[in-house]
């Protein structure tokens, strides 16, 4: 079992640029894949980027890619979202995730949610 807990969001410019951090707890931090999703009211939850408990390269939701870079430092059991040319439909509340598996997008594959953290994008 492994728990989250995500850095503040916030507010920024369209434009602008934000990074997300998720901190996790537990020895078993590196054999977690480890995941961002967001949800805006009334959504399903979408997915963000991941990368597998192997490390390697991040994949990216359509979205984002090109314009959010994932991160993970395992010796600081930490994650981050950099999220760069943000867009007001990147407003929505971000969340890190810890699971097992090879589907990485598909979020029921995580057992484990950060408390969330809202990130409002506007002019």
């Known amino acids: 079992q492994v728990s989250l807990v995500q850095s503040e969001g916030g507010w920024v410019q369209t434009g602008g640029s934000l990074r997300l951090s998720c901190s996790a707890s537990?020895?078993?931090?590196?054999?977690?894949?480890m995941a961002w999703f967001r949800q805006t009211p009334g959504k399903d939850r979408q997915f963000v980027a991941a990368i597998s408990w192997t490390g390697g390269n991040a994949q990216y939701g359509d979205s984002v890619k090109g314009r959010f870079t994932m991160t993970r430092d395992t010796a600081n059991l930490t994650i981050y979202l950099q999220m760069n040319s943000l867009r007001s439909d990147d407003s929505a509340v971000y969340y890190c995730a810890a699971g097992h598996g090879l589907q990485l997008w598909n979020k029921r594959l995580y057992t484990n949610w950060g408390q969330g953290t809202q990130v409002t994008v506007s002019a």
């Open positions: 537990g020895r078993t931090f590196r054999h977690y894949a």
